[in-house]
DNA sequence: ATTACTGCAAAGCATTTGCAAATGC
DNA sequence: GCATTTGCAAATGCTTTGCAGTAAT
């Protein structure tokens, strides 16, 4: 394919090698100004990152990376995908928090949360306008919405 | 007062007592509809949701009931959630995966997934019209938006 | 009487952490 | 040479589970 084939984000894969080179200096800087050591194991953990190109989890890349001749140990995975993160390379894909959160939602609409990371305050909200875009979205992408959850994080302003 | 004047989201509390009341008496439909039994243990459980108007976290919960008259035990409590959760009368709020996810976002735009609770499989999709209406929320709310996430459960059509 | 449920304590399991050895600078 | 990292293994901490006793039907 051609790479104006592609229309999501602005992602090219047969750049995939090239990504890799590409980011892989960035991530040097970033260490350097943070006075970190730019070591095998870090950038063994960043090419298989960026070898994948669906999301994965730490614990699997963990794994995959507890044998081999490349072996990184699972500490330093999960330490270095911090990094990358904090670095902005990769995103997490869940909540912050861990541990389970409920609410009662008998007698109460759908909603949604603001969660303010300072405080760990919710601030609840509904909005039309996104149900909506969401329906549409799921019906274009020939999928059948079960529910949706939408998360917003940042910080109330003046708390 | 009168239920008309309640807004969305400033529950009135003095109306704690009859949300039970009502509800109550659909759990206990919902247990006999599965030939389960309507035991003291999830009664409190039961009572002691509906006592909360904020949101709050299994653990925690589990710890308010680990003493006092009407204790019930941590098990006990996990899987009284775990029902009312199935009776559609508390969500949880986070994902259904505890581990954690990542993908690299090196080059790609910002963007959200469909997940197909089947398959597992993600399908991805960004939307303009989501970004915009979180910002005009944050903005009407007051918050400083850091970063957002828009998950979609669901299964894809014909799979 | 039966059978489901509870409490308990132990097990699970992803993730984190302390520390001695290894490595980058 | 010195400080940061690594690997290892043990610890964490929420959640789940097996089992024997208890309660609901």
């Given at each position: 394919?051609?790479a ?5 984000g602005e992602?090219?894969?047969e750049?995939?090698?090239?990504s890799?080179?590409?980011?892989w ?18 950038r063994?953990?960043?090419e298989r990152v ?13 794994a ?5 001749e490349?072996r990184?140990?699972r500490?330093?995975?999960?330490r ?7 670095a ?5 894909i869940r909540?912050?928090d861990?541990?389970?959160?409920y609410?009662?939602?008998?007698g109460?609409?759908?909603?949604h949360?603001?969660?303010?990371e ?11 306008v996104i149900?909506?875009?969401i329906?549409?979205i ?18 109330r302003?003046g708390?």
């Open positions: 394919m051609g104006s084939d592609k229309k999501f992602s090219v894969h750049g995939e090698d090239r890799v080179d590409e980011a200096p960035l991530f040097v800087s970033f260490l350097k100004g943070r006075a970190s050591r730019i070591t095998q194991a870090r063994i953990v960043f960026f070898a994948r190109h669906d999301h994965f989890r730490a614990d699997d890349l963990s995959e990376l507890a044998s081999g490349n990184v140990s500490g330093t995975v999960y270095t995908l911090d990094l990358m993160t904090e902005g390379f990769v995103q997490k909540d912050h861990v541990h389970a959160h609410e009662h939602i008998y109460h609409g759908r909603h949360h603001l969660i303010c300072a405080s760990g305050d919710f601030i609840e909200f509904s909005s039309k149900s909506e875009e329906a549409r799921c019906a274009e992408k020939n999928f059948e919405e079960q529910f949706h959850r939408v998360v917003v994080f940042g910080s302003k708390v």
